[in-house]
């Protein structure tokens, strides 16, 4: 897990996919998705967290133990976001690692 092209990332994976299995933006509970790393630190600022996993949980609620992770869910690797596809996370780009080195999870509503 590189460093971010701000242009397009994880944030944007992450909202996407939320938006299109729930209907729900996660960016009007967070605002728009940061494109410099200025506007993150505004992002964490203005939510009154201090990292990632706090900007997820924000909008999605608590993230839950790893080993409840289903396909699908929002999982985080240190500062990337990816979706559970199983035994497999998916990152940005196209980047797999496996489930067990999975930092959070949040549940996506499934159905």
């Known amino acids: 897990m590189s460093d971010p092209d701000w242009g397009r990332h994880c944030g ?4 996407d996919h939320v ?3 729930t209907g729900r933006d996660v960016s009007d509970i967070v605002g728009a998705m940061p494109r410099r790393p200025r506007e993150f630190a505004a992002m964490m600022h203005r ?5 990632l996993g ?6 999605m609620g608590p993230a839950i133990p790893r080993r409840q992770a289903m396909r699908g869910d929002i999982v985080r690797q240190g500062w990337a976001l990816g979706i559970c596809r199983g035994p497999l996370a998916e990152f940005f780009g196209g980047e797999t690692s496996p489930m067990i ?3 959070q999870v949040w549940g996506v509503a499934h159905g």
């Not at 939510?47 to 990292?51: M, N, P, S």
């Not at 706090?54 to 909008?59: R, Y």
Request: hydrophobic fraction near 50%; avoid cysteine.
């Open 12 to 15: 944007d994976l992450w909202r």
């Open 47 to 51: 939510l009154g967290v201090r990292d």
């Open 54 to 59: 706090g900007v997820v949980t924000a909008a």
């Open 19 to 21: 938006l299109d299995q």
């Open 101 to 103: 080195h999975i930092d």
